[in-house]
């Protein structure tokens, strides 16, 4: 067992097991907002890794050792989060932590018979949370299958929302259009909370002007995001058929999803073994032994057809390169899934479709629980996402008591630069709002802004 690096308290006090890619992700982001962490890893080399990028404590050993979490303090631990790649370290980690300590735990539990037992397992070992990458990467995969005109689909209010991403295209109703115009001529709750253009960020007003090519994020309703595609012309039709290359979680969860929607699911796995499992779970799907990246394969099995197309293999390379087939040889609705965050840049300019990035679901959905934890007295925090390569955060806040900001019309509310708020989710009802609107307490609210770190709901005013 060896100890090194140097953390300061400021903030909670978590201790992270694992220092793969969720647990450095976790690592970069709850250090840079000011938590004291210490990083357990069984390999020495990823501690000094981990411990000469980020100002944390490192040690070697094994997180289940109830003598190595004592090492790395649990007693005083505000929160222990478990993402080593073993789903039952996991969960012994934190039946160990619970045991013996007052801290919250979080595991990441990835296999589907595990996952099936969420309730279950959350309840018997007193897990204030579960997380499984794979699963909610699929979940969002499969919403943008449900609606292939989006980039991607982020969702909030218990899925009564979405905040959507997509293209201007040149010559459309948008393309030269202002957002106050765009207010006025649309007959559909629809609020443009960001827009991308030449690699600048903007949280645009009223008098902003939107031209071919931006990348924006717009807030509906989730029952009329069609709605909204169908009347600026961007109306695609509806994916009937998906080809998944890859057969491992992330390709039996969106298969599974997809399914049950009455889809049609071809999966092209190349370990036989795989393939056979998959066959029994999964009865409906078509599922093919065979090498995803034979073009003559892809052909053979109609990829010039498909309306979907997912890339999901365990290697980034291979997912990029047949995505870019995909695009050059169909039509289909693409989406890629990226493991590592490596070259973000030249991925960036490459038009890879839609891009899955499981580390970062993971991240966001711990990050949320940690601010709402750390310092939320009148509102808690229940959805967080980042947008445009954590330029732009998404937050959607539950206000549970009276705060500045309930009751005060929004037109009068002293919001900081570079803010907006995009909907009050009230009872179920999504309220897209305007400057008379105001916030209430049991509401939830969802606020877009480039700022970073926000914690209560009181943090969007001056």
Not at 166 to 182: H, Q, R, S
Not at 340 to 348: P, Y
Not at 353 to 375: H, K, W
Not at 378 to 406: K, P, Q
């Amino acid at each position: 067992m060896s100890k090194s690096g140097k953390a300061e308290q400021n903030g909670l006090n978590i201790i992270i097991v694992g220092a793969g890619k969720v647990g450095i992700a976790l690592t970069e982001q709850l250090s840079k907002e000011g938590h004291a962490i210490t990083v357990i890893d069984s390999s020495s080399a990823k501690i000094r890794e981990i411990t000469g990028l980020y100002d944390v404590m490192g040690i070697t050993g094994n997180g289940a050792s109830y003598t190595v979490l004592d090492e790395a303090g649990v007693s005083d631990a505000d929160l222990l989060i478990a993402v080593s790649g073993s789903d039952e370290l996991n969960l012994l980690c934190c039946t160990v932590a619970s045991r013996s300590s007052k801290c919250a735990v979080i595991a990441r539990v990835r296999t589907p018979d595990y996952s099936r037992e969420t309730s279950y397992l959350r309840d018997k070992l007193g897990l204030a949370m579960i997380i499984n990458p794979e699963l909610e990467a699929a979940r969002e995969a499969a919403r943008m299958l449900y609606l292939p005109s989006a980039i991607d689909v982020n969702s909030f209010a218990h899925g009564q929302a979405e905040l959507i991403k997509f293209k201007v295209p040149e010559g459309g109703k948008l393309d030269g259009i202002t957002i106050a115009a765009l207010g006025w001529d649309s007959d559909f709750q629809v609020l443009i909370a960001a827009v991308e253009r030449d690699g600048e960020v903007y949280i645009p007003s009223g008098s902003f002007r939107l031209m071919k090519d931006d990348i924006i994020s717009f807030v509906t309703p989730r029952a009329r995001a069609k709605d909204f595609f169908t009347d600026i012309g961007l109306a695609t039709g509806k994916v009937k058929d998906v080809m998944i290359i890859g057969g491992g979680r992330s390709a039996f969860y969106l298969a599974t999803n997809l399914l049950r929607r009455g889809l049609t699911v071809k999966i092209i796995e190349i370990d036989p073994a795989r393939c056979e499992e998959l066959a029994i779970l999964l009865p409906k799907a078509i599922v093919l032994n065979g090498d995803g990246t034979d073009e003559d394969l892809l052909k053979e099995e109609g990829i010039e057809r498909a309306d979907g197309f997912c890339a999901l293999t365990g290697i980034d390379e291979e997912n990029i390169l047949l995505t870019l087939h995909a695009r050059n040889v169909s039509d289909a609705k693409v989406i890629t899934k990226i493991n590592r965050i490596n070259f973000k840049d030249a991925i960036a300019q490459l038009d890879l479709g839609s891009v899955l990035y499981p580390r970062y679901i993971a991240t966001e959905a711990i990050v949320a629980y940690v601010r709402a934890r750390y310092n939320s007295t009148s509102s808690n925090i229940e959805t967080l996402y980042h947008l445009y390569d954590h330029r732009v955060e998404a937050i959607e806040f539950r206000v549970g008591g009276n705060t500045e900001v309930t009751g005060v019309p929004i037109m009068q509310l002293p919001l900081k630069e570079d803010l907006l708020i995009s909907f009050i989710n009230r009872a179920g009802k999504i309220i897209i709002p305007r400057g008379h609107d105001t916030i209430e307490k049991g509401d939830t609210v969802m606020i877009v802004t480039k700022h970073s770190g926000f914690t209560d709901i009181n943090d969007i005013l001056r």
